[in-house]
């Protein structure tokens, strides 16, 4: 995956309202993507900043192991024929968690890249998340929000932060797959999923199988397991929202080919 660095977006409406988009939960190919981190403070964290201290103390109460560490939250956000356009701050973690919390989700959007584990028997590897986590017991692909190591010269580095999440919470190295063909996104309540397949040689039970043995060495114990999945059943696994279109986008596709 090669980010543009010099594309262009005349005439383009910067709200973040996803007019124009195709509908929510699907997936759809894009053709690129430039996402620019600018200097300062997001304008949400200025505005919010009591109520996210207020919900950070709560938060953390109840679960006392997270950690307010530093994302890219966008402000501005759009898609034309180029590609995925936005422009964000690094941001607290705290605050991105009080903006999840809001029904309308207002004041941000959220982007991060999902790279598609694929066995060579074609199914779909993804991670059980530990109870100590944000999003604990939900299964999605090994993945997280983009941090201020996967910036670039001002730009976030999408490949780059796709190879660090795996190997982080995996032990597997994208380097030893194959990457499909182009870059693909879907959206949901203002958060932007990007993806891209990632083929590996080794059978799902094989790849499971290096995850939990990678889970006994890493640092950071973030995942509590790993997971086949064989079908786009919503209810064979405690899926994150996000993994929805992703599955059906998947093994629709298995079925025509």
């Not at 079908?231 to 994150?240: G, L």
Request: hydrophobic fraction near 40%; charge should be negative; proline fraction near 5%.
């Amino acid at each position: 995956m090669k980010t543009n660095l010099n594309m262009n977006f005349p005439n383009t409406d910067f709200s973040g309202d996803f007019a124009g988009w195709p509908p929510e939960a699907t997936v759809f190919p894009i053709a690129d993507v430039d996402l620019r981190v600018l200097p300062g403070t997001h304008p949400f964290v200025i505005a919010e900043e009591a109520a996210i201290g207020e919900n950070w103390k709560r938060e953390t109460a109840s679960n006392p192991a997270l950690f307010d560490g530093r994302l890219v939250f966008l402000q501005q956000l759009s898609l034309t024929e180029e590609g995925i356009w936005g422009e964000g701050y690094v941001t607290p973690f705290s605050a991105f968690m009080w903006w999840r919390r809001q029904p309308q989700r207002q004041g941000g959007l959220h982007v991060f890249a999902y790279p598609v584990l694929e066995s060579s028997d074609g199914a779909l590897v993804a991670i059980r998340m530990g109870a100590h986590t944000a999003n604990a017991g939900q299964v999605y692909f090994a993945a997280g929000s983009l941090e201020p190591e996967d910036i670039v010269d001002g730009r976030c580095d999408i490949e780059a932060n796709m190879r660090r999440e795996v190997h982080e919470e995996t032990g597997l190295d994208l380097a030893h797959s194959v990457a499909g063909q182009g870059l693909f996104a879907s959206h949901s309540n203002r958060t932007v999923t990007l993806l891209r397949l990632f083929r590996f040689d080794m059978t799902a039970d094989e790849m499971v199988e290096r995850i939990e043995s990678h889970m006994l060495v890493a640092e950071d114990k973030e995942i509590a397991g790993a997971v086949a999945i064989r079908s786009a059943d919503h209810s064979a696994h405690p899926y994150n929202i996000s993994m929805l279109p992703v599955i059906d986008w998947y093994f629709s596709k298995a079925e025509r080919t």
